[in-house]
């Protein structure tokens, strides 16, 4: 993403569920307001292909504003939400990164502004450096 300078991001938090909601809910607990965020949780009931209409209509109403390429941030590789998302990187760029996490969203969201940073790289090495093992016996003398 750092190669098109030109192309604003448009951060997309998709997951099952209240998860993607409930997550920038609580990373406000540490940002302050988050802002511009399209958040997506499918719901039981709700048809992937509906739920994905209606995400191919925010898509094209935000690609009205200019050039926009979306990172979409979803919570489990193989899961409805994600899966729902690739037939519309026919239509729009779309990067996706599986492996939702807070950690991972809030370094990508604090780095929106950076044009120098690739923000799917970003968001994948966070996730990568996120997993850590405590063990009490680490703690230990």
């Not at 302050?32 to 109403?61: C, H, K, N």
């Not at 504003?65 to 239509?91: K, N, T």
């Amino acid at each position: 993403m750092g190669s098109d300078a030109h192309m604003r991001t448009q951060l997309v938090v998709c997951s099952h569920g209240k998860y993607a909601e409930g997550l920038v809910a609580a990373s406000e607990m540490i940002l302050g307001p988050v802002e511009g965020v399209l958040v997506y949780g499918l719901m039981p009931g709700v048809s992937p292909d509906v739920w994905r209409e209606q995400i191919a209509a925010d898509f094209t109403r935000v690609s009205y504003q200019g050039e926009v390429r979306f990172l979409v941030l979803g919570d489990l590789f193989g899961g409805s939400p994600c899966s729902a998302m690739i037939p519309l990187m026919h239509s729009f760029e779309i990067d996706i990164v599986t492996g939702l996490n807070l950690g991972m969203f809030l370094e990508v969201y604090s780095s929106l502004g950076d044009k120098d940073v690739d923000l799917a790289q970003l968001a994948q090495d966070t996730y990568q450096n996120s997993c850590v093992v405590l063990r009490s016996s680490d703690f230990r003398e």
